[in-house]
Antibody, heavy 121, light 106 residues
Framework: EVQLLESGGGLVQPGGSLRLSCAAS????????MTWVRQAPGKGLEWVSV????????KYADPVEGRFTISRDNSKNTLHLQMNSLRAEDTAVYYC??????????????WGQGTLVTVAA | IQLTQSPSSLSASVGDRVTITCRAS??????LSWYQQEPGKAPRLLIY???TLQSGVPSRFSGSGSGTDFTLTISSLQPEDFATYYC?????????FGGGTKVEIK
């Protein structure tokens, strides 16, 4: 059974940093791209970033480019999202998700339960 | 690529046939997925490649379309189907989502 468990969310001041983690199990982690999707309170889904399975190629949405860094540790089956220079508009539930293969053309098949990030003074 | 979902919300009764549309700002072949999200829960994949039903998803859900126009149909609405539905294009980065369609009880 595929399981994705996010952690690391919380309250942070504007300009601060936070590191999210996603522990994966139930599949061969290194064989799949992984992605982060966020959802601001009461709003729709917004794609954030993706990382490929073995070679670690990354892509970012424009609003987070240069501030967020996605990474993975295939030896520990863990995905990370390092978030720097946080803004109020980054407040959201952040979901970790497994891509069906690569994310482009194939999309996502499993989602974690999400972790809430709140950016406020 | 922008995705426009319509309607943004709808009211329907149990047993109704429901259709949700998703229009892309440019052609995306069949690189489109549909997700269901119940309140307070993570999204769940329903349909991928525009028309392929994800394993375990009831057959009352179906998807169609290619290019720029896509449809999600629920053939007979059930109580557990009251949720918000999103489309997502997978043709090119950023992998954008539609704005969502909230299906409410009539």
């Amino acid at each position: 059974e595929v399981q994705l468990l996010e952690s690391g969310g919380g309250l942070v001041q504007p300009g601060g940093s936070l590191r999210l983690s996603c522990a994966a199990s139930g599949f061969t982690f290194s064989g799949y791209s992984m992605t982060w999707v966020r959802q601001a309170p009461g709003k729709g889904l917004e794609w954030v970033s993706v990382i490929s399975g073995s070679d670690g190629v990354t892509k970012y949405a424009d609003p987070v480019e240069g501030r967020f860094t996605i990474s993975r540790d295939n030896s520990k089956n863990t995905l990370h999202l390092q978030m720097n220079s946080l803004r109020a508009e980054d407040t959201a539930v952040y979901y970790c998700a497994k891509c069906r293969s690569g994310c482009q053309f194939n999309g996502v098949d499993y989602w974690g339960q999400g972790t809430l990030v709140t950016v406020a003074a | 690529i922008q995705l426009t979902q319509s309607p943004s919300s709808l009211s329907a009764s149990v047993g109704d046939r429901v259709t949700i549309t998703c229009r892309a700002s440019q052609g995306i072949s069949t690189y489109l997925s549909w997700y269901q999200q119940e309140p307070g829960k993570a999204p769940r994949l329903l349909i991928y490649a525009a028309s392929t039903l994800q394993s375990g998803v009831p057959s009352r859900f179906s998807g169609s379309g290619s290019g720029t126009d896509f449809t999600l149909t629920i053939s007979s609405l059930q109580p557990e189907d009251f949720a918000t539905y999103y489309c997502q294009q997978l043709s090119s980065y950023p992998l954008t989502f539609g704005g969502g369609t909230k299906v409410e009880i009539k």
